[in-house]
């Protein structure tokens, strides 16, 4: 392979030859046409530039790029192009490339948006999917109310299919999680309350922290990502796919078909789930204390079935419930809102899982100082 | 068509996303039992035009007529009961994906009839034969070809036996002969069941084999050049744009 050469010959005043010699490949070193253009632009500039290509080798796109960046310069300086020196190929290459003028205004201008401006933008953007949410939840109720009358339309057994998903194919993640959730806390327990010989009560914090909140807490965040996420890429990728579109075309209700039977999905598996997290949990927390502390199984159960109180318990069933819609909302909304392309619906499962999981911590602690000021 | 009569009327329609101006003036008729094509360069607003129609997206201002009854301008029950008589093949089939085609094709049944579930099968069934997809009930849209998607979502559009069918684009993505048999089956059915059929395409082939009726709308204008016969505007239409369009760019 020959080494690409570009070499500018003056033949007078009118007229500036250009040599192409060598291989001119894309991935091979080429010269610079910079030097070409700026000649162009010199007071004393040619009338017109023409090309010899006698001992031009092999060539591609280097080759191409090159002479489009010359016939550039040379338009902008009102300078002609002799391309008949050229070979055919590269010719025509180069008059389809200049064929289409650019459309005008589709070249997009970059501007750099002042502070004021983006804050405005983004406060308007965060009002209307505020208003978007507040529709979807309103549209939400009527068709719970519709749902709970037996006028709604939805298929008993996607139904069916969307409380499997939730209730027993969690149950491995649930209890995997909750079972190491009590262990933890039993360390923590025993570590602390053995210091004042207190160490029995580590049955106490370990069955009323899963029972009152822990349980309801984990399991929300465990179907925030596991359920939440799958409502809204399902649900978003039928909006893509225009199956919501169809939907509504045959006047059947997007939200009675597609979310309300979600919804009460979780509604009915959370408290479930719960409940056996918090079994698991107490059972993790027996595990850590039988084996650090010196007390017999029948001890620690007594001292467990002692400090849960029916309150505690109905505490953390409510919670577990609202965690549950929390979730299913953020879920279904979000797909609902999906745009319109396959990034939009990567886009939309991670804002619902983001959102459940956000919605969850905040409405715990709103609950927590609720059940305090109440005196569950 | 001899004593035609009009099924569907635009009068001044105009479409817009928020600020932006789609198109407007829309003004055209389409008779009973025409085959009408909506037609125009590449976003130009052929398939907002077609949401518009069947209840998708509120139109700026104006209004679509079926059979001299306001469409948007009537109550939300009443748009409803006037959504049942259509039947819309969308542009990818969207085929509910959780369901078979006998379930896709059962579920407006289920709901607007009072059919037992052995009928709606049986109903479905025969749909399906007349796309020439029998034997498919039990499948999954997933695992059917995207030719025959087309065709289920035919036999989904056809479930309650609408009056107007609508088609965004039947023709795109499928090879010509499939395009073909597709264009022989929407003509076949509209001779056999008399129904108004409205179809988005650009496909040259298409709207002179079945079109008789046509709106061309102009990206540039933003409103429409010219409404009629497909083949005479091809002939005879005054506008340099709609013959150069009509004859694949190559007018005098």
Known sequence: MTKAALQLNDSGQDSLLLSLSGDWLLDAERPDPDEVISRLGQASKPKSVAFNSEDLGEWDTGLVKTLIAIVQGAHENGVDIDASGLPTGAQRLVALAFAVEEREGARRVFRKESFLEELGKNVMSGLASGRELLTFTGELVLSCGRFLRGKATYLRSDATQYIQEAGAEAFPIVSLICFLIGMIFAFVGVMQLKLFGAGIYTADLVAVAMVREMSAIMCGIIMAGRTGAAYAAQIGTMKVNEEVDALTTLGMNPTDFLVTPRVFALIVMMPLLTVYGSLMGILGGTLVGLSMLDVTLVQYIEQTLQSVHLNSLFGGLFKSVVYGILVAVAGCQQGMACGNSALAVGQCTTKAVVMGIVLIVVSASILTVIYINLGI | ?252
């Open chain 2, 1 to 252: 068509m001899e004593n035609a009569q009009a099924h569907i009327t635009a009068e001044d329609l105009t479409m817009a996303y928020g600020d932006f101006l789609i198109q407007k003036d829309l003004n055209f008729t389409i008779n009973r039992g025409d085959v009408f094509i909506i037609m125009g360069g590449s976003g130009c607003g052929k398939s907002t035009l077609l949401k518009i129609m069947i209840g998708l997206k509120t139109p700026a201002t104006g209004d679509v007529f079926y059979d001299k009854e306001p469409f948007w301008a009537s109550s939300d029950a009443e748009r409803e009961l006037t959504k049942r008589k259509f039947g819309t093949l969308f542009q990818s089939g969207a085929l509910w994906s959780s369901m078979t085609l006998a379930e896709n094709i059962g579920l407006a049944l289920e709901q607007y009839t009072g059919l037992g579930a052995a009928e709606i099968r049986e109903v479905a069934a025969y749909k399906l034969m007349l796309v020439g997809l029998a034997g498919f009930e039990d499948y999954y849209p997933n695992e059917i070809s995207g030719g025959m998607k087309k065709r289920a979502g035919l036999a989904r559009a056809m479930a309650l036996d609408p009056d107007i069918l609508f088609f965004d684009e039947p023709s795109a993505g499928l090879d010509p002969i499939s395009a073909k048999l597709l264009d022989d089956l929407i003509l076949e059915l509209r001779e056999s069941l008399g129904t108004t059929v409205v179809i988005v395409t650009h496909e040259l082939a298409s709207i002179f084999a079945i079109g008789n009726n046509s709106v061309f709308l102009d990206p540039v204008t933003k409103t429409q050049l010219a409404t009629g016969n497909p083949v005479e505007m091809r002939d005879h239409h005054p506008n340099f744009d709609v013959r150069n369009f009509l004859q694949r760019g190559e007018a005098a």
